[in-house]
T-cell receptor
């Protein structure tokens, strides 16, 4: 069964710290990896995607992918209370990309002012 | 630029009634998806569509029907609503790129 695993949290970090969110996936052939942010009562919002091994930076966010370890992470630098949300990891497990994403259940992040 | 919209945003219905949730996207994305989200279960895929007139079951399709006669619309019908279908429903779409975007959601309560 194709699975994406995330620690449910809550992950509590002080304001200004680095928040590190982790995700593992079961299918070694997975090609595309996504991070969504979901505020309470709102829909998931795409914040980062990564397709190649290594790091990808966008503002305060860095996505890290290690296909050999089947591991993808999201770092949030200078965390702000507004970053408090649930973060969903999603993986496309087919090389063609023409299949539905498999979602983890999310990690709840709480940034303490 | 409306993107992806869902209607209604909130719906209360009674057990046994038929309910249709609407999803409309303005991007001409080929793929469209319906998810439900419940506490403890995360996002679960109900149905998806690769193109007009092509639909496929997801993880939890029982009790739901979909159609896609036009690329931009992907309605979800609950033929005879049950209390277990009380949930938040999200529609999503994906185009030529691999990124997938969600609509604002419909909160459905079945009494």
């Amino acid at each position: 069964q194709k699975e994406v695993e995330q620690n449910s949290g809550p992950l509590s970090v002080p304001e200004g710290a680095i928040a590190s969110l982790n995700c593992t996936y079961s299918d070694r052939g997975s090609q595309s990896f996504f991070w969504y942010r979901q505020y309470s009562g709102k829909s998931p919002e795409l914040i980062m995607f990564i397709y190649s091994n290594g790091d990808k930076e966008d503002g305060r966010f860095t996505a890290q992918l290690n296909k050999a370890s089947q591991y993808v992470s999201l770092l949030i630098r200078d965390s702000q209370p507004s970053d408090s949300a649930t973060y969903l990891c999603a993986v496309n497990m087919e090389a063609s990309g023409n299949t539905p994403l498999v979602f983890g259940k999310g990690t709840r992040l709480s940034v303490i002012a | 630029d409306a993107g992806i919209t869902q209607s209604p945003r909130y719906k209360i219905t009674e057990t046994g009634r038929q309910v249709t949730l609407m999803c409309h996207q303005t991007w001409s994305h080929s793929y469209m998806f319906w998810y439900r989200q419940d506490l403890g279960h995360g996002l679960r895929l109900i149905y998806y569509s690769a193109a007009a007139d092509i639909t496929d079951k997801g993880e939890v399709p029982d009790g739901y029907v979909v159609s896609r006669s036009k690329t931009e619309n992907f309605p979800l019908t609950l033929e005879s609503a049950t209390r277990s279908q009380t949930s938040v429903y999200f529609c999503a779409s994906r185009g030529g790129g691999r990124e997938q975007y969600f609509g604002p959601g419909t909160r459905l309560t079945v009494t």
